[in-house]
């Protein structure tokens, strides 16, 4: 297995790309992302991969592609420390299979038959046409035949092993693949959360890694630099964060909140909206916070806060360490929000709670029609299930709710989200705020909605 930087800037994230067969690093030329390095690997004749390529970064993600989501998976263990998000397109863990990868026969074929002209066939295929082929001879991979015959060789050989069962964050689907049938993709991925992409084999990869992985640092500004008018600004966070304190109450949560040798975190605790709501319940147990923002919100003692990536630091809190954790319209700021809720349980002393809220599929739908810019949010279905796979957690609620909130202007809603830091998806916006507020469609009445999908899920460590 080979390896090659694409971006390298010192940042301490690191997106490391599974390419597909045939590759290296030519085709992912150019690729950025801010506040990550990116690395390409490929050559999949053996899979040597090499801890010490992504060890000293403090968070590593992946995005695997085509034959690459098969090889990720199965060195996913030596990849240091352990990935965030995964995001696996047009690709599945079996990567030859008459259902649910390459057909049997189209591979041995394409194996028997390698030569450069096929090699060339496949490459048109694989770019999903004549024209689309022109622009990628520009940047297509120099490595001889030979080699790949032994590389495809070494696939179909491992292509019966036992892959490691991982689980993948996104799973993206090429609708126009010409290699691995967007039907066995399908049924690959049931009953996963999938994303349909209309692309062929080979997809926009830039796009892929902006509507994927998360900008922490743009994350970090927006948020800092609306701390000042969050609260006056936030009424559907607000709500959110009253709903979420009501569930609290309504669950048994005074052996918790009374007791002053229990410990409660929260995260994200932002200008304090949720804090102020669980103060107001007189709790007596040990508060903590975090935050990704170096300054903690007005009322908040700096020896109870730590700035940091929740997301990052859960994953090193000890284990049955914390009796409760909370957490408000936060984690859809994380790359992996299943795998956080999976280290809070971790966390967790056996009946601890764990009572957060997300957002769903519906949230600022308005404005991701009108920018093309949006976070991927899994519905509550695609979240039971994940839970229920969590053999430590109890389901106490899991639901979502819609809140819609109203303006006399489209830029008024842009505006609105601005003074609260949700336009923290894309350092452009999707486009300057006037011609996102020109794409918005009016309601019937000449108003603007925004609407915001709050998602609760409130779950007890089992015994």
């Given at each position: ?6 971006q ?7 997106i490391?790309?599974?390419?597909g ?8 030329a150019g690729l950025s ?16 991969f ?19 989501v098969h ?16 995001v ?5 863990l079996?990567?030859?299979?008459d ?7 189209i ?8 030569d450069?002209?096929?090699?060339e066939?496949f490459?048109r295929r ?5 024209k689309?082929?022109a622009?990628f001879?520009g ?16 696939i179909?050989s491992?292509s019966a ?11 993206v689907?090429?609708a126009?693949?010409?290699?691995f ?9 049931e ?11 080979l ?11 998360i900008?922490?640092?743009l994350?970090t500004?927006?948020?800092d630099s ?5 609260d006056?600004n ?8 009253d ?13 918790i909140?009374?007791?002053p ?5 929260e995260?994200g ?11 107001s319940m007189?709790p007596a ?8 923002s ?9 020896d109870?806060?730590t ?7 859960i994953?090193k809190?000890?284990?049955a ?13 994380f ?5 956080f ?29 009108a ?7 899994a519905?509550s279905d ?15 609620t899991?639901?979502q ?10 830029l008024d809603?842009?505006?609105s ?8 998806l894309?350092?452009?916006g ?6 996102v ?6 309601d ?12 609760f899920?409130m ?5």
């Amino acid at each position: 297995m080979k390896h090659a930087y694409i971006q390298r800037n010192g940042a301490p994230r690191l997106i490391v790309i599974f390419a597909g067969w045939g590759m290296d690093a030519t085709p992912f030329a150019g690729l950025s992302r801010p506040g990550y390095d990116i690395m390409a690997v490929w050559d999949y004749r053996t899979l040597d991969f090499d801890p010490s390529w992504t060890s000293a970064y403090q968070e590593v993600c992946v995005l695997a592609w085509s034959m690459g989501v098969h090889a990720s998976a199965m060195c996913n263990a030596l990849i240091t420390p352990a990935p965030t998000g995964r995001v696996a397109v047009g690709g599945t863990l079996h990567p030859v299979s008459d259902t649910i990868g390459i057909p049997e026969t189209i591979f041995a074929g394409t194996l028997d038959g390698l030569d450069e002209a096929s090699l060339e066939r496949f490459m048109r295929r694989m770019c999903g046409g004549a024209k689309a082929y022109a622009e990628f001879c520009g940047r297509r991979p120099a490595r001889p035949v030979q080699e790949l015959r032994e590389e495809l060789g070494a696939i179909g050989s491992r292509s019966a092993d036992c892959c490691p069962d991982v689980r993948f964050d996104h799973y993206v689907l090429t609708a126009r693949d010409a290699i691995f049938p967007p039907a066995n993709q399908r049924a690959a991925f049931e009953g996963t959360d999938t994303v349909v992409l209309d692309s062929p084999h080979l997809p926009d990869f830039q796009k892929v890694l902006d509507e994927f992985f998360i900008d922490k640092t743009l994350v970090t500004e927006r948020f800092d630099s609306a701390r000042d008018t969050y609260d006056d600004n936030a009424e559907a966070q607000a709500l959110t964060a009253d709903y979420l304190a009501a569930l609290l109450r309504d669950t048994d949560t005074r052996a918790i909140l009374s007791d002053p040798e229990t410990t409660i975190l929260e995260i994200g605790c932002g200008t304090g909206m949720l804090s102020r709501r669980i103060a107001s319940m007189q709790p007596a147990a040990r508060m903590l916070y975090w935050d990704i923002s170096p300054t903690p919100p007005d009322g908040i003692r700096p020896d109870a806060y730590t700035c940091c990536d929740a997301e990052l630091a859960i994953r090193k809190a000890a284990p049955a360490s914390l009796d409760m954790i909370v957490s408000a319209s936060t984690m859809q700021w994380f790359n992996s929000p299943e795998g956080f809720v999976a280290s809070a349980m971790r966390a967790l002393r056996p009946g601890g709670i764990l009572a957060v809220s997300t957002f769903g599929p519906d949230n600022l739908r308005e404005t991701a029609q009108a920018s093309g810019v949006g976070l991927h949010l899994a519905d509550s279905d695609t979240w039971t299930t994940a839970v229920g796979a969590m053999r430590d957690a109890e389901i106490l609620t899991i639901e979502q709710k819609l809140i819609q909130c109203r303006f006399d202007n489209a830029l008024d809603s842009l505006r609105s989200l601005s003074l609260t830091g949700v336009n923290a998806l894309s350092r452009n916006g999707g486009g300057t705020a006037r011609s996102v507020a020109r794409a918005m469609q009016p309601d019937a009445d000449g108003r603007y909605t925004i609407t915001y999908q709050p998602l609760f899920i409130m779950l007890r460590k089992k015994a």
